[in-house]
């Protein structure tokens, strides 16, 4: 079985991470919750150069991503009286993570949608998991400010920025979006698909100071604390540029072999010029082409559960070694 249905990196983690991770492994204290001076300045570095903003981020490490997406909504304190939207085709977690606060969660692409309560904050994903759609500077100035009229906080979960294949992505926190004003916003990353780091439980989220303040006085009595030798490696992830632009072209060669041969085979491919995945139909059913598929030894996972709009796609995930992806692509060739 050749499994494409789980974006989880397969290719080492970079040498200059494991040697920091080593190097801090006599770590015998506490770590910080908010982070070591050394990721902080990292990720505050990283903010400025990467994303383009200019201003002043709070910043606070997360034992990956997943986490935290599934806490936030509890974590800011929503609840029954509080909507929470979310893209149409998202993630499975953001729901999740509403119905864990008791929020109410409205699956809408539209910033004029809105629940039976106030609209509290706003998920937006951009590169999407699933579908690799990237949302222009233009949308994410609307959405930030319909959300400040409200006083809405915007939750954007940006993990794939860094692998942009069409299009250049482009974070909330950049100063085309933000006009150099964070106030409200906040920023969602991960060095598990950009750094091979998945195994570490990685991630950050970065924004409003006084909005991640909050965050931190809650997690340090919740004990959510990244331990003291992944915060070294993660600090020498984001210094690193060179380790990201292999990784990136290890993914570029498999993204077109295998979006050549699924074409090849009688797919459209919509969507997808950003992040880890194809996003992929035959103009059927899902259920239909992933056995389609799994009669060909390869495993996908199915659209619909990323919300009923993906009932007729597949998403198709670059993270299988080179092997793996030449096998696949043998078997789908005519």
Sequence with gaps: MVDLSVGTPVDPTPAVVRAALVGA??????PLTAGNSALR????GWAADRLGCSAEVG???????????AWLPTLLGLGPSDTVLFPELAYPTYDVGIRLAGAVGVRSDATVAAGPGRVAAIWVNSPSNPTGRVLGVAHLRKVVAWARERGAVVISDECYLELGWEVEPV???SDEVSDGNVTGLLAVHSLSKRSNLA???AGFVAGDPAIVGELLA?????GMIVPEPVQAAMAAALGDVTHVTEQRDRYALRRVALREALVAAGFRIDHSEAGLYLWATRDEPCWD???WLADRGILVAPGAFYGPAGAHHVRVAL???DERVAAAVKRLTP
């Design 319 to 321: 993270t299988a070694t």
């Design 41 to 44: 300045g990292a990720v505050q």
């Design 218 to 222: 809650v997690r340090k009595h919740a």
């Design 289 to 291: 082409t992933v056995g």
């Design 59 to 69: 910043v606070l490490p997360t034992i990956g991503s997943k986490e935290l997406v």
């Design 171 to 173: 974070s909330v926190l």
């Design 25 to 30: 492994a006599d770590a015998p204290g506490y």
């Design 199 to 201: 195994g570490y439980r």
